[in-house]
C-alpha cells in the first residue's frame, strides 16, 4: 500500500533497537490524535502501545470525556479500513460478522461481510449489547478470525478492537463478561481534561471540527514495520520469571478470587515490549513492566466481595507489584 499524502515513508523493518523511523511514525501518530484529543497524551500513547502490541484496547469513562473521540482520531491517522458499530441492546451477533444472503440470480449463496472484516473496530459503548451479541466478538479478537456457516475466513492485519464503554452502574449497560475482558491488552480512562486543555476544547467545537480534518498520516505497511520493531524486543529470563511471578502472587492473594491468566501474562508481556519500543529500546525492562500493568491487568482481576471494604483493582495490582521482587540483574 503506498503511503498516504503527508506521511513518513517507513525505512526496512530490521531486528534489534527501534530505528529512529520508529521514533517518527510514533510521534507522528500521537500528534495527530492530539489534534482531536486535548491534553491526554498519557491515554494516547497508551492506545498507540496498543496498537502496537497487537492488542485491544477498552476504554472505559463517564459519557463526554472523549472516548469515541480518541478511538475515532487514532482510526483516522492509519491509512486503512476502518468500521464503527453502535452496540444497542437490539444488535445481533449476524450484524457484526456478516450474513449469507441466497442469490436467485445463480441459486447460490454469497456471504456479506460484516463490520468486524475492517482493519480496526470501533465498538461504541460495547456493553449497551447483550452477551449474545458480545460473544461474536470472541473468536475475532483472540484467533483473528470469524467463522461462519462453517466457512473460517481470517482477518487482515492489523486488526484492532477498540472498545467504548460507560461504568456499568449506568442504567442499560451489561456487565462485560470476564472471558471478553481477558482478551483486551489495555484499559484506559480519559478523565475529565485540565483547564488549560478545555479552554482550547472551547475555542472551537470539539471533535466535531477537528476530527474532519484529520488525515492518516502513518500507512498499514509503516503499521505493521513497527510491530516488526515491537516483537524485536528482547525479554531477559530473570524478566520473564517477574512475569511469571506477578501472576502466581495475584493467584494467591486473599482478596482477589480469580487470578491473573497464562494470557494475561502473554500480554503483559506483549504491552512492556511495546513501551520499551516506544522509549528508543530494544530490550524490556521492570520498569517497563510496572508502569503498563494496571492498564494490562486490572479489568483482568476478579476480586472477592465477602472481605468487608472491596479492594479497588488498581490498589490490588499495587499490592502485588509490592510483593514481587524486583529482578536486578539482566
Known amino acids: 500500500m503506498s503511503s498516504p499524502p503527508g506521511s513518513v515513508q517507513a525505512d526496512q523493518a530490521t531486528p534489534g533497537a527501534p530505528s529512529t523511523r520508529f521514533a517518527t511514525l510514533f510521534d507522528a501518530i500521537a500528534a495527530n490524535v492530539a489534534q482531536v484529543v486535548h491534553g491526554k497524551m498519557e491515554p494516547i500513547e497508551l492506545?498507540?502501545?496498543?496498537?502496537?502490541?497487537?492488542?485491544?484496547?477498552?476504554?472505559?469513562?463517564?459519557?463526554?470525556?472523549?472516548?469515541?473521540?480518541?478511538?475515532?482520531?487514532?482510526?483516522?491517522?492509519?491509512?486503512?479500513?476502518?468500521?464503527?458499530?453502535?452496540?444497542?441492546?437490539?444488535?445481533?451477533?449476524?450484524?457484526?460478522?456478516?450474513?449469507?444472503?441466497?442469490?436467485?440470480?445463480?441459486?447460490?449463496?454469497?456471504?456479506?461481510?460484516?463490520?468486524?472484516?475492517?482493519?480496526?473496530?470501533?465498538?461504541?459503548?460495547?456493553?449497551?449489547?447483550?452477551?449474545?451479541?458480545?460473544?461474536?466478538?470472541?473468536?475475532?479478537?483472540e484467533e483473528r478470525q470469524i467463522t461462519v456457516d462453517g466457512a473460517t475466513r481470517s482477518l487482515a492485519p492489523p486488526f484492532m478492537v477498540i472498545a467504548t464503554q460507560n461504568p456499568v452502574d449506568q442504567e442499560g449497560t451489561y456487565r462485560l463478561p470476564e472471558s471478553q475482558l481477558d482478551r483486551f491488552l489495555l484499559r484506559i480512562a480519559l478523565g475529565y481534561p485540565g483547564r488549560a486543555a478545555e479552554m482550547s476544547i472551547l475555542d472551537g467545537r470539539g471533535a466535531i471540527e477537528s476530527l474532519p480534518k484529520l488525515t492518516a498520516v502513518v500507512s498499514t505497511s509503516e503499521v505493521m514495520s513497527m510491530v516488526d520493531n515491537v516483537r524485536a524486543v528482547f525479554l531477559a529470563d530473570a524478566l520473564k520469571n517477574y512475569l511469571v511471578d506477578i501472576a502466581d502472587a495475584s493467584r494467591r492473594h486473599p482478596a482477589i478470587e480469580l487470578g491473573l491468566s497464562p494470557r494475561a501474562t502473554l500480554q503483559l508481556s506483549a504491552a512492556a515490549r511495546a513501551h520499551a519500543a516506544a522509549r528508543g529500546r530494544n530490550y524490556a525492562t521492570p520498569d517497563d513492566v510496572k508502569t503498563m500493568a494496571v492498564p494490562a491487568l486490572s479489568h483482568r482481576l476478579l476480586l472477592r466481595t465477602d472481605r468487608g471494604a472491596r479492594l479497588d483493582p488498581n490498589d490490588a495490582i499495587g499490592e502485588i507489584l509490592a510483593e514481587v521482587p524486583v529482578p536486578t540483574t539482566r
Open 47 to 141: 492506545a498507540i502501545m496498543c496498537l502496537l502490541a497487537e492488542g485491544h484496547l477498552l476504554i472505559e469513562d463517564v459519557p463526554g470525556v472523549g472516548k469515541t473521540s480518541l478511538a475515532k482520531a487514532l482510526a483516522a491517522s492509519i491509512d486503512c479500513a476502518w468500521k464503527r458499530v453502535q452496540f444497542t441492546p437490539d444488535l445481533l451477533p449476524a450484524d457484526l460478522v456478516g450474513v449469507s444472503i441466497y442469490q436467485r440470480s445463480n441459486e447460490q449463496f454469497r456471504f456479506q461481510p460484516g463490520p468486524l472484516f475492517a482493519n480496526i473496530v470501533l465498538a461504541d459503548e460495547i456493553n449497551r449489547a447483550s452477551p449474545k451479541t458480545q460473544s461474536a466478538l470472541l473468536e475475532a479478537m
